[in-house]
């Protein structure tokens, strides 16, 4: 199970950090992820880590102001969101993936077994 936390209300250029909490003991097993879906628009991958903590992936979009990162000790994976943007007013979802071949399908849904309820970002600008 997968608790998706810190979502608010913030302006344009301010940061916010999202928590994911896994109840699940095997965390360390699972590669984790971000993803976001806006009003009207399908889901988008946002930022992934292996299982490890040793590889990071990024859509374009996010690349330079978000990072992701992970503690296997408290099995919560991390967003961290800076200069945030209108454009980034989503609702976010952590995701779980097992997959072997992470490194070429971080950023399709499909491969994400399991999903926590999102966390409403909204940016005004």
């Known amino acids: 199970q997968l608790q998706a936390s810190g979502g608010g209300l913030v302006q344009a250029g301010d940061s916010l950090r999202l928590s994911c909490a896994a109840s699940?003991?095997?965390?360390?097993?699972?590669?984790m992820a971000w993803f976001r879906q806006a009003p009207g628009k399908e889901r988008e991958f946002v930022a992934g880590?292996?299982?490890?903590?040793?590889?990071?992936y990024y859509a374009d979009s996010v690349k330079g102001r978000f990072a992701i990162s992970r503690s296997n000790v408290k099995n919560t994976v991390y967003l961290q969101m800076n200069s945030l943007k209108s454009e980034d007013t989503a609702v976010y979802y952590c995701?779980?993936?097992?997959?072997?071949?992470?490194?070429?399908?971080?950023?399709?849904?499909?491969?994400?077994?399991?999903w926590g309820e999102g966390t409403q970002v909204t940016v005004s600008s």
């Open positions: 995701a779980a993936s097992s997959t072997a071949s992470y490194g070429s399908l971080y950023n399709n849904a499909g491969r994400y077994g399991y």
């Open positions: 699940e003991r095997a965390f360390i097993n699972y590669h």
């Open positions: 880590i292996r299982r490890s903590g040793t590889s990071e």
